[in-house]
């Protein structure tokens, strides 16, 4: 292992070897069989990763401070009271509810977890597999999902409590009748605190996942193992990993620049739209682009020595 500062590290660098992984990999020759095969395994590592949207509804709110003040507390005390009535159902309505978010949000992460390692051997070996690497990255898949476990309870946690914290706030100024300036002050206080730890979360989850994972895949240890080894690079290149960071929005905005521009001079648009909608097909479909980004971390990561090229025939 080495912890030595590298004299050179390009975000430029992997872009070339990245695409040219690709090629090797779908193109050379093509394969459709590989293509499904890998599809499968990239399906898992971005299983749960995507993320839909849409407008909520609309209200019509009475025009003036006062109006809009009292429909509140009047919508406010209807609720109350709707819910006081029927506790006898909403209750265990909601035990049955949350319990049912908290399998499938715990299955999914399993599986992500899992799909994490297999997308990631298939890349490194130029394997299209399922069963080997299921069963031989078993134990770091459930290292990583304990890891992604505790990270997000810990998340809920100390995020949850500021958005709590905004929320008594604006109900206080609501009920006050008027924006009192302790109650403005606060909530943009705790809002900053909220951006803060959400984007400290945020990149503990990226480091994790782009560089993390690699460690425990060449080195067989447990994720906060491999967080140890990762810290010794991190510390003393703080600079390079944040401009790692700000590239990869460029390349998140180039890959979606891309594909737009493919759908809009295809013949079949709507056809290719509609098979990007289906989990599994999509992610054949876009195979090309997750396999250039997951390489690209990759060979970013090989630029601070050997000890951690994936690609190597001894990895």
Known sequence: MTTERPDRVSV??????S????????????????????????????????????RGPSFNMPHGPDGHRE??????????????????????????VV???????????????????????????????????????????????????ILSILGFLIVGLPVLGIIFLVIMMISEGGFIAFSV????????????????L??????TLDFVVPVMFLRTISCVAAWREFMTILSTNKLRFALYLLFQI?????????????????????????LLLVPYIGTVILLPFLVFKRSYSLYYLRQFGPVFDVFSPTA
């Open 250 to 274: 460029v390349i998140a905005m180039a890959i979606g620049t891309i594909i737009a521009i493919g759908f809009c001079i295809g013949c079949c648009v709507c056809c290719a739209s509609i």
């Open 185 to 200: 002050l606060g909530t943009v206080l705790l809002g900053l605190l909220v951006f803060i730890l959400s984007t400290v």
């Open 71 to 96: 429909q509140i507390a009047e919508d406010l005390y209807k609720a109350k009271e709707f819910v006081l009535e029927n506790l006898y159902w909403i209750i265990p309505a909601t035990i049955a």
């Open 99 to 149: 319990a049912v978010v908290i399998t499938v949000w715990l299955i999914t992460i399993w599986l992500n977890s899992r799909g994490k390692f297999m997308f990631l051997h298939c890349i490194a070996q130029n394997k299209a597999e399922v069963k080997n690497p299921w069963h031989k990255f078993k134990k770091h898949a459930n290292s990583l999902f304990l890891f992604r476990i």
């Open 12 to 17: 430029i660098d992997p872009i070339t070897p």
């Open 202 to 207: 945020f990149f503990v989850k990226k480091f």
């Open 19 to 54: 695409i040219e992984r690709a090629k090797i990999m779908l193109f050379r020759p093509f394969d459709l069989k590989k293509w499904f095969v890998i599809g499968f395994c990239a399906w898992l590592a971005y299983l749960g990763s995507g993320g839909g949207g849409g």
